[in-house]
Nanobody, 121 residues
């Protein structure tokens, strides 16, 4: 599986962005997918995950603001980010897990290159 993120950019606080991750391979629908982020000088953190059947998990720090979704017909997973805050600034990574539960501790086998999100105050 190869993953490619898009949709990052610069936005003012309070604004919105939609990230997309396109996946290759005919078995995409069986993978749990997730978004992680890493800010400068900080560890990578789990943002949201979605299982093969649509069940999802969202980190407390973004709950109510971010929504994860997937389209198995198009091999894509998206992250809608609303009410963005400067602390959301990070590189956002898409990840795929063949046998995981889309949670923060699942074994993610494949990672994208990341897309930069910068939120100005």
């Amino acid at each position: 599986v190869q993953l490619g993120e898009s949709g990052g950019g610069l936005v003012q606080a309070g604004g919105s962005l939609r990230l997309s991750c396109a996946a290759s391979g005919r078995t995409f629908m069986y993978y749990a997918m997730a978004w992680f982020r890493q800010a400068p000088g900080k560890e990578r953190e789990f943002v949201a995950g979605i299982s093969w059947n649509g069940g999802n998990t969202v980190a407390d720090s973004v709950k109510g603001r971010f929504t994860i979704s997937r389209d198995n017909a198009k091999n894509t997973v998206s992250l809608q980010m609303n009410s963005l805050k400067p602390e959301d600034t990070a590189v956002y990574y898409c990840a795929a897990s063949r046998y995981g539960d889309a949670g923060p501790s699942a074994p993610y086998d494949y990672w994208g290159q990341g897309t930069q999100v910068t939120v100005s105050s």
